[in-house]
């Protein structure tokens, strides 16, 4: 798994990041709702946009490292919600008052998320892929025959006219 799954996971780890200190934030602040509202939106979808990023730029299996992000966001959801618990702030997100519960619900809604991000993904991928052009390399392209050039001989000495300086 290289550079395309890590940014995939960095994605779906800043957005739990910022959801949670949100709400940690909203729940002694007011004001914050609509950004708790936003940032729940998102992260109930960060795993389609980090399938999407992954099977995008993967090299191979995209969709397949695409669909790990579902039970990566329903395992960071369950932690978070655990967090919630520790921080003194009661959260429900799926109606489940349980971790079980939340943690299947984020799997199943995130592994449906996750296929349709991973194939629109490979789909753009592969047309970009198709779209570009040969690499260039560093090597040089030697001709196969090279091109006749045809120039008139420079004249010798002897077919020159003579001049005569009397």
Not at 30 to 57: E, Q, T, W
Not at 59 to 83: D, H, I, K, V
Request: without cysteine.
């Amino acid at each position: 798994m290289g550079s395309a799954w890590i940014s995939g996971v960095s994605a779906v780890f800043l957005a739990h990041l910022a959801w949670f200190g949100v709400v940690v934030a909203a729940a002694r602040v007011d004001g914050f709702m609509p950004l708790v509202v936003i940032l729940l939106l998102v992260v109930l979808n960060i795993a389609a946009v980090a399938a999407f990023m992954i099977a995008r730029r993967a090299t191979r299996f995209g969709l397949l490292q695409g669909l790990t992000m579902a039970p990566l966001t329903a395992a960071l959801g369950t932690a978070t919600n655990l967090l919630f618990g520790l921080a003194r702030v009661r959260v429900d997100i799926s109606g489940f008052y349980d971790n079980a519960g939340l943690f299947t619900s984020l799997l199943m809604y995130g592994t449906v998320v996750s296929a349709v991000g991973g194939a629109i993904g490979m789909s753009i991928g592969r047309k970009r892929a198709a779209e570009m052009p040969a690499p260039v390399t560093a090597a040089p392209v030697v001709a196969e025959t090279l091109p006749e050039i045809s120039v008139a001989p420079a004249p010798v000495a002897d077919d020159l006219p003579q001049i005569r300086s009397d």
